[in-house]
């Protein structure tokens, strides 16, 4: 019969070179996993790499005289044969292991006369193109064993979270168990079934002398794990560089990318990582409390007037949302509520735990602070509780989730690597959207940089004086509308320098630098940086950021300022392996290019696009902001001369930005609602999103090191701070200022004709 249907057979020559369904797996730069897509969770091993007491159970369970026959096991078929004559059923008894391999590769799951007959004679060609532990290999690779798991290793990490060789003979014996029924005898669906079909594999084992007494006895009593480990290989929590992951390798290569084994490493910092999250978090709950508390999320009321059991079952199906726990009040009185939280039991939270609690009345106002526990907390409220380090141990903390959301990106300034990436309060709760990609929001004061940039380029220099002093746009809203915009506080500060109008934010020396740098020659600018300009139109309110920008393309375009002056483009996937051809795609090694043209679209190159030193001027101005102009409280935070950054808040405080830099690092924190609503009056960039950078560049930052050192052509000059002009050193209030001699348009500021020169140095007049 072999003969005569041998050539109505599939070939299995391709079995030999047998491409499984694999998932892909996104790694940190260190090979850390981030997560994992795909219907099937396989990870295949050879024949070598799998223990004897994994073969062993799986033969006894499946097939004892598999290492006997030559793929079918006629005694076997002959009893299937009986029981069909006897019941009038047919039945699946009767497979062999190899047969197994026919039909999971080849056939169908009907059970018809006919395919049980190419089951066997497949079987019998299998048997003669390959060995047997090629054979056993094949199968315990491609079976399916529930919960996503195909294949021992895959079901040995849901299930026990081991490794193949860490596994004792009940483990081998419960995963040998599952193939017949996955899905109702696991042991987390089913325990009971789990256990009746484990000792029946033991049994089986014990009888075929694989195990001796003292190992059936010890395994019979060993306790099933009662949960899946489905997430315990993950060791980077970073949802939204995972999920950006793939839906670029679904891009590149299909559906397919979910099968095709994929190994993704990207440029995630594992450290970094965790340091992002932790300050995001922390800074949306801070502006969340400033605000008062909104109340319970639900009342469980009911649920306390059941058994303790329920509701301890109802309260484990409440996730955690971004670390913070759901609790039920049990009972309240004036000075502490007993609440029953999740993973924690019953906790006490006393009015110090809450005293930020307020009523929330809206964005600007919030009732008296409570001055009892009852007066915030009901029994049955379904509460948040945030857990804080004391000096007593762990502690607790009233918390809620906060209705304001955020973005933080930091990157690497020289190569555009994105380092950490959090686009939200929580990806699994909030909604997947990823703010640092996706949220156009105007930065506000944060594109002055771009802007001032620009007027070093044409001739400005940070002494310049310009009038900070009212402007009328004509025509500036729409025609016929005048534009009338005002400085922050509606203030007006007479004539002032240019460093010290960055420094303090001013915006109407932003609007007359537009003016007169000119709006085109600002727009083409921004471009430079790789800032989205295509859409914008040559208008004076750019000035104070009136287009959008997502928080990435901020973060990128103040890398330029902190790499000396290059334009990088981020990137996140450094390196895509497949297992049967190795690396099949990677980022290359970004080389900066004095030379090669701006519009570049070579990954590789990260063109030039300002002045080293136009960069190293903005550096320093941008230092100014942090030591003493809006962006202070980095300076007091962190006391470091080697970091610079700039606020931004749009009009009404509805965003809220700062992006800086230091040694390596270039980040960008923003805070914002989804609905574009107002933050609320004083949530400026200083107050909302600037102690996330520095909670963030606190953790990640070198220690310092030497101070940095101009580049070619910087000159220095002594100048007056009221008027900008060159002074001797030693005149009263006597400033030293940074100049670019090698730029055709700057000059140094004229000599102070009232100062006295006496003996002090003064620089050379014809530097330039």
């Known amino acids: 019969m072999y003969h005569l249907y041998n050539t109505q057979l599939p070939s299995v020559d391709e079995l030999g070179e047998v491409r499984y369904q694999m998932p892909m797996r996104i790694h940190d730069r260190e090979g850390g996993l981030i997560a994992e897509f795909g219907d099937q969770r396989r990870f295949p091993v050879s024949y070598d790499q799998l223990p004897p007491v994994v073969v062993d159970a799986f033969v006894a369970a499946e097939d004892d005289r598999f290492f006997e026959h030559i793929g079918v096991d006629f005694l076997g078929l002959a009893r299937a044969a009986i029981e069909l004559v006897r019941t009038g059923e047919k039945s699946q008894g009767g497979s062999t292991i190899t047969m197994q391999v026919a039909r999971n590769f080849y056939l169908g799951r009907e059970k018809t006369y006919t395919r049980k007959l190419y089951e066997i004679l497949l079987a019998v060609k299998i048997e003669r193109a390959f060995s047997k532990e090629e054979i056993l290999a094949l199968y315990l690779n491609k079976i399916f064993m529930g919960h996503r798991a195909y294949g021992v290793k895959a079901a040995a990490q849901i299930y026990f979270d081991k490794d193949l060789p860490e596994l004792t003979a009940a483990e081998a014996a419960m995963l040998a168990a599952l193939p017949k029924a996955p899905s109702t005898t696991n042991p987390v669906s089913d325990p009971e079934r789990a256990l009746a079909r484990r000792a029946y594999v033991l049994g089986r084992m014990l009888k075929l002398g694989l195990i001796d007494q003292a190992t059936f006895e010890r395994s019979i009593d060993e306790p099933l794990p009662g949960r899946l480990y489905t997430s315990s290989e993950v060791e980077t929590r970073a949802p939204y560089a995972a999920e950006m992951a793939r839906r670029d390798l679904v891009e590149n290569y299909g559906q397919e990318a979910y099968e095709m084994g994929l190994a993704v490493y990207t440029s995630i910092d594992p450290e970094a990582q965790q340091s992002a999250t932790?300050?995001?978090?922390?800074?949306?709950?801070?502006?969340?409390?400033?605000?008062?508390?909104?109340?319970?999320?639900?009342?469980?009321?009911?649920?306390?007037?059941?058994?303790?059991?329920?509701?301890?079952?109802?309260?484990?199906?409440?996730?955690?949302?971004?670390?913070?726990?759901?609790?039920?009040?049990?009972?309240?009185?004036?000075?502490?509520?007993?609440?029953?939280?999740?993973?924690?039991?019953?906790?006490v939270l006393d009015l110090d735990s809450m005293s930020w609690a307020c009523e929330y009345l809206d964005t600007d106002r919030c009732g008296p602070k409570p001055k009892a526990v009852d007066e915030v907390l009901n029994p049955g409220d379904l509460i948040r509780v945030e857990p804080v380090e004391s000096r007593d141990g762990l502690a607790y903390r009233l918390a809620q989730i906060p209705e304001v959301t955020g973005a933080f990106v930091a990157l690497e300034p020289s190569s555009g690597a994105i380092r950490a990436m959090i686009g939200g309060f929580d990806f699994f709760h909030d909604s997947e959207f990823n703010n640092v990609l996706r949220a156009e929001r105007q930065p506000g004061s944060g594109f002055k940089p771009f802007l001032?940039?620009?007027?070093?380029?044409?001739?400005?220099?940070?002494?310049?004086?310009?009038?900070?002093?009212?402007?009328?746009?004509?025509?500036?809203?729409?025609?016929?509308?005048?534009?009338?915009?005002?400085?922050?506080?509606?203030?007006?500060?007479?004539?002032?320098?240019?460093?010290?109008?960055?420094?303090?934010?001013?915006?109407?020396?932003?609007?007359?630098?537009?003016?007169?740098?000119?709006?085109?020659?600002?727009?083409?600018?921004?471009?430079?940086?790789?800032?989205?300009?295509?859409?914008?139109?040559?208008?004076?309110?750019?000035?104070?950021?009136?287009?959008?920008?997502?928080?990435?393309?901020?973060?990128?375009?103040?890398?330029?300022?902190?790499?000396?002056?290059?334009?990088?483009?981020?990137?996140?996937?450094?390196?895509?392996?497949?297992?049967?051809?190795?690396?099949?795609?990677?980022?290359?090694?970004?080389?900066?290019?004095?030379?090669?043209?701006?519009?570049?679209?070579?990954?590789?190159?990260?063109?030039?696009?300002?002045?080293a030193q136009n960069a190293f001027l903005m550096r320093s101005g941008l230092r100014g902001v942090v030591r003493e102009g809006t962006g202070v409280r980095a300076w007091r935070a962190l006391e470091r001369e080697d970091i610079g950054g700039k606020t931004g808040t749009t009009n009404d405080q509805r965003d809220a930005w700062f992006t800086g830099f230091g040694p390596g690092w270039v980040a960008t924190a923003w805070v914002g609602f989804s609905s574009n609503g107002e933050l609320g009056r004083r949530e400026t960039g200083g107050k909302a999103a600037l102690p996330v950078w520095i909670d963030f560049m606190r953790d990640v930052l070198p220690p310092p090191g030497e101070t940095e050192q101009p580049p070619e052509g910087i000159v220095t000059a002594w100048i007056d701070p009221d008027n900008g002009k060159r002074v001797p050193e030693d005149h009263p209030g006597a400033i030293r200022e940074y100049f670019d001699s090698t730029n055709p348009q700057a000059s140094l500021p004229e000599k102070d004709a009232a100062a006295a020169s006496g003996t002090s140095r003064e620089v050379i007049d014809n530097l330039f």
């Open 278 to 347: 932790r300050a995001l978090r922390q800074g949306l709950i801070d502006y969340d409390r400033r605000h008062g508390y909104r109340g319970p999320e639900s009342d469980w009321s009911d649920w306390l007037e059941e058994d303790r059991e329920a509701l301890e079952k109802q309260l484990a199906s409440t996730s955690r949302v971004g670390g913070l726990m759901p609790g039920v009040v049990l009972e309240v009185e004036a000075a502490g509520a007993r609440v029953l939280v999740r993973d924690a039991g019953e906790v």
């Open 452 to 611: 001032y940039s620009a007027a070093l380029d044409q001739g400005f220099t940070w002494a310049s004086m310009i009038n900070d002093s009212p402007v009328v746009v004509e025509d500036g809203v729409r025609q016929g509308i005048d534009w009338r915009p005002s400085n922050y506080g509606r203030d007006f500060g007479g004539m002032r320098r240019m460093r010290d109008a960055l420094t303090r934010s001013v915006n109407l020396i932003s609007i007359r630098l537009a003016q007169a740098v000119g709006t085109p020659l600002v727009l083409e600018y921004a471009g430079r940086f790789g800032l989205p300009v295509e859409e914008w139109k040559p208008t004076l309110s750019m000035a104070l950021g009136s287009y959008t920008l997502t928080p990435l393309d901020q973060a990128a375009g103040f890398a330029v300022f902190a790499n000396g002056g290059y334009r990088v483009t981020p990137f996140l996937i450094t390196e895509v392996d497949n297992p049967d051809d190795g690396v099949i795609d990677s980022h290359p090694a970004v080389s900066q290019c004095d030379n090669c043209p701006v519009d570049t679209a070579d990954p590789s190159l990260a063109p030039r696009v300002i002045s």
